[in-house]
């Protein structure tokens, strides 16, 4: 089973900066594509981020020109670095690994605060 552990969230004020982690036990890391997902209080959980094994990326709009997301697969490590927080920013971040052999597999997730 692939475990898959989030790190990095934290209450911070507007403007700042935080970066998310996440490690992965699966083998093959390379070859998942990964990504972050959000759910901010009593909305459903959306996708933020996310990343192809060829290093293609994609935003959802209210993000873009402020998260970066990225990959490192010798460490098998998912970055997101997200900078100029905002309050609507405010979820329990959540990481994703799908392969179409493997499925789906998901981290408990890591809580951002941003305070105004």
């Known amino acids: 089973q692939v475990q898959v552990v989030e790190s990095g969230g934290g209450l911070v004020q507007t403007g700042e900066s935080l970066r998310l982690s996440c490690t992965v036990s699966?083998?093959?890391?390379?070859?998942?594509?990964v990504g972050w997902y959000r759910r901010a209080p009593e909305k459903q959980r959306v996708l933020v981020a996310q990343?192809?094994?060829?290093?293609?990326?994609i935003y959802v709009n209210s993000v873009k020109g402020r998260f970066t997301i990225s990959r490192d697969n010798a460490k098998k490590t998912l970055y997101l670095q997200m900078n100029n927080l905002k309050p609507g920013d405010t979820a329990v971040y959540y990481c994703?690994?799908?392969?179409?052999?493997?499925?789906?597999?998901w981290g408990q997730g890591t809580q951002v605060t941003v305070s105004s």
């Open positions: 994703n690994l799908y392969s179409l052999t493997a499925g789906a597999s």
């Open positions: 699966a083998n093959m890391f390379e070859t998942y594509t």
């Open positions: 990343i192809t094994p060829d290093g293609t990326s």
